[in-house]
């Protein structure tokens, strides 16, 4: 049985509206785990509302065992800059930096490409558990 062309696409690919990675389509590694310093696609379950969507792709920039510190506004992973944490959403909502300190067993640190990104720099963010994560992401164009 053949399925029609568009649900096989939705199966496999994902296409990204958001400038906060450089690219649009995407090809989806459903259900393993990322690496450091690859794309995930992922279940968003904090309480920012009013996003317009609830999975985002990002960068694994951090693993268990690795340190997070801040400098004023400036959020570090070890020695990786990540960014500055920026105090409110371009609509206004106020936005808390990340705590410092060791990410835990069973999280990865998400960096988005853009500086205004809404990443793991941010509380409301936060650290991605490993099973929000939907899977690996392969960007196409």
Known sequence: MFLPVAVWLAMHYRVNLSPSMPWTLARVEYGRLPHLGELMLYEYRGAMRGLPSHT?????????????????????????????????????????????GVIPPGYFYAK????????SRYRESGLVPFDAVIGVAHPVF
């Open 56 to 100: 985002f792709f990002k960068e694994v920039a951090g693993i268990p065992g690795d340190v997070i510190s801040l400098e004023g506004q400036a959020v570090w992973i070890g020695a990786c800059y990540m960014g500055l944490a920026m105090p409110a959403t371009r609509e206004g909502k106020r936005l808390t930096p990340i705590a410092p």
């Open 112 to 119: 988005g490409e853009h500086p205004a990104s809404f990443d």
